[in-house]
């Protein structure tokens, strides 16, 4: 069991290094379009701050080459500003004399954000120097970006070595939640799985076949699934490297006695159709384009949520940037919000269509990682957690 802030003792006047993920959606004119990574993170942050720590918040924004003015965090500081009045600075810079000054005349108990450590290349480089300088803003180092703990930067894996450390409520939570839902499935565990890309999910779905009861799958990677069954799709996204995957898939869960289901009617437009004027269509003829799962399915689908015990969902099932393409994804996220089992909803556009819906609240778990969770769902640990310090029991 890995330490959390709870394990930490004496606090008071401490630099506490706190590694968010507060990578958030944001317009052209820096405005946040979705604050779930920011208030999710309000309970650590509050608790270092009663502690009386000085709290510096260390996060990345987007993949800036070099410093982009639309990727400053200044407007995630204001946001701030909101639950800690009076309690937090903005600084300029990541590292260096400046920021150091900054943090010294902190009074306690007070937060400074740091400015984006994604604008230093040394970051995802895992620099040994990088790390090295962050490293020295502090005296205790913790983890509470769960969206980042599948990749070895500077920020979420170096750092760790260097300093004392320990998680935050907020990866604690994913933690207990997703192994305990991985390791203690509660049954009849139904699995869904949207996006686009079979490739990209060919080990969570392997490792599915051995866990889950059933999987629905949706979105575009369900193409290549039916492909591999000798049913149309017409000119729906299915390439041959992806039907092979999925024609394994399928005899495994077979040779296993698991339920893989798939769309039976789609929503679909016609190539031809400059104005993508969308239908409903059982069989995708030739000249189709599928881009979302029809009634049937999603009629098909909520039978088998409805019976669930536990049900995990990653991915969109339909083009869901899209409105003429979106009621899928939208109907699943009220269904899986509205059942009695328990729920865990993954990856960024699940998240949002359960944001979107108003039931955001009747989800067991809304995790707020996107590639950490699949690394979970894989069965795999995270390397940013196994660096974290053991509880001392």
Same mark, same amino acid.
């Given at each position: 069991?890995?330490?959390s802030?709870?394990?930490l003792?004496?606090?008071k006047?401490?630099?506490?290094? !706190? ?11 820096? $405005?946040i /379009?979705?604050?779930? $990574?920011? &208030?999710?993170e309000?309970p650590?942050?509050r608790?270092l =701050? ?14 800036p080459?070099g410093y ?5 965090l200044?407007?995630?500081s ?6 800690f009045p009076?309690k ?8 260096g ?5 900054? @943090? ?8 400074? !954000?740091?400015e984006n =450590?994604r604008f ?15 490293a020295? /803003? ?13 990749? +070895?930067h ?7 070595r ?12 994913? /933690? ?7 390791d ?10 949207? *996006?686009?890309?079979v490739e ?13 009861? &059933?999987?629905?799958?949706?979105g ?10 000798w @049913?149309?799709?017409?000119l ?6 992806c039907?092979a995957?999925?024609?394994?898939? !399928?005899?495994?869960?077979q ?7 798939l769309p039976v009617d ?6 031809d159709d400059? +104005? ?11 000249n189709m384009?599928a ?7 999603i ?12 049900? /995990?969902?990653? %991915?969109?099932? %339909? ?9 899928? &994804?939208?109907k699943? #996220?009220?269904?899986v919000?509205?059942?009695?089992c328990?729920?865990?909803v993954? *990856? ?10 108003? +039931?955001?609240?009747? @989800? ?7 590639? #950490?969770t699949m690394?979970?769902?894989e069965?795999?640990?995270l ?9 001392? @029991?």
């Amino acid at each position: 069991m890995k330490r959390s802030i709870r394990d930490l003792v004496d606090l008071k006047g401490k630099r506490v290094l !706190l590694r968010t993920d507060f990578n958030v959606p944001m317009d052209k004119v820096g $405005r946040i /379009l979705d604050q779930t $990574r920011i &208030t999710a993170e309000i309970p650590t942050i509050r608790y270092l =701050v009663n502690q009386g720590a000085k709290v510096i918040i260390c996060t990345h924004l987007g993949r800036p080459n070099g410093y982009e003015i639309s990727l400053s965090l200044w407007p995630i500081s204001l946001i701030l500003m909101k639950y800690f009045p009076g309690k937090v600075q903005f600084s300029q810079k990541t590292v260096g004399d400046k920021v150091k000054q900054q @943090i010294e005349s902190l009074p306690d108990g007070s937060i400074i !954000l740091l400015e984006n =450590v994604r604008f230093h290349k040394e970051e995802m480089e895992d620099d040994p120097v990088f790390a090295k300088e962050l490293a020295s /803003l502090a005296d205790i180092y913790v983890n509470d970006a769960f969206g980042c703990c599948h990749r +070895k930067h500077a920020s979420t894996y170096g750092v760790a070595r260097l300093l004392p450390n320990a998680i935050g409520f907020l990866v604690e939570k994913e /933690l207990n939640a997703i192994q305990d839902a991985m390791d203690h499935p509660k049954r009849p565990f139904v699995a869904i799985f949207g *996006g686009f890309k079979v490739e990209d999910k060919i080990k969570v779905l392997k490792n599915m076949i051995d866990i889950a009861d &059933t999987i629905l799958i949706g979105g575009a990677m369900a193409y290549p699934f039916l492909v591999a069954q000798w @049913i149309p799709v017409g000119l729906s996204p299915s390439r041959p490297e992806c039907v092979a995957i999925a024609e394994q898939i !399928l005899k495994d869960a077979q040779a296993k006695g698991k339920k893989i289901i798939l769309p039976v009617d789609h929503v679909a437009y016609r190539s031809d159709d400059k +104005k993508h004027k969308p239908f409903v269509t059982d069989t995708l003829q030739s000249n189709m384009i599928a881009c979302d799962i029809g009634p049937k399915t999603i009629a098909l689908f909520e039978k088998e949520i409805r019976g669930a015990k536990q049900v /995990l969902w990653n %991915g969109p099932l %339909g083009k869901y940037e899209d409105k003429e393409f979106k009621n899928g &994804t939208m109907k699943i #996220a009220e269904i899986v919000a509205s059942s009695k089992c328990y729920s865990i909803v993954g *990856g960024g556009d699940s998240v949002s269509a359960v944001n979107k819906s108003g +039931k955001a609240n009747m @989800i067991s778990h809304l995790s707020t990682g996107g590639g #950490a969770t699949m690394k979970l769902f894989e069965g795999n640990s995270l390397p940013c957690i196994e660096v974290i310090q053991e509880k001392i @029991i």
